[in-house]
């Protein structure tokens, strides 16, 4: 079974910062991907940031040199630190690992089976 454990999560006022700290326990898939996604409102979940197994980073435009994805691979654990937040980040925040792996399938989100409850992130004027 795979555990995903979100924490870090919070209120702060628009360019302030926060980091989110995840630990993902019980899948190797982890070493092909780990991922991001927020979900505001009812609203589709959107990915964030992903870091792959050569540890590449992705990020969506709207975070792209705020956010930084990182992996501590001795505590096996995933962060995102993010700076200067604004209130359109406002978002459940949800730490992700894949289930199944093929190639090229970590840009999609449907690869990502092992999620974890979600962090508040609230980011206030």
């Known amino acids: 079974q795979v555990y995903v454990t979100e924490s870090g999560g919070g209120s702060v006022q628009a360019g302030g910062s926060l980091t989110l700290s995840c630990e993902i326990l019980g899948t190797t898939f982890t070493r092909y991907c780990m991922g991001w996604f927020r979900r505001v409102g009812g609203k589709e979940r959107e990915g964030v940031a992903r870091i792959e197994k050569d540890a590449r980073t992705f990020y969506v435009d709207s975070v792209q040199g705020r956010f930084t994805i990182s992996h501590d691979n001795a505590k096996n654990t995933l962060s995102l630190q993010m700076s200067d937040l604004k209130p359109e980040d406002t978002a459940v925040y949800y730490c992700?690992?894949?289930?199944?792996?093929?190639?090229?399938?970590?840009?999609?989100?449907?690869?990502?089976?092992?999620w974890g409850q979600g962090t508040q992130v609230t980011v206030s004027n």
């Open positions: 992700a690992a894949p289930i199944k792996v093929a190639t090229g399938s970590c840009k999609l989100i449907s690869t990502f089976g092992a």
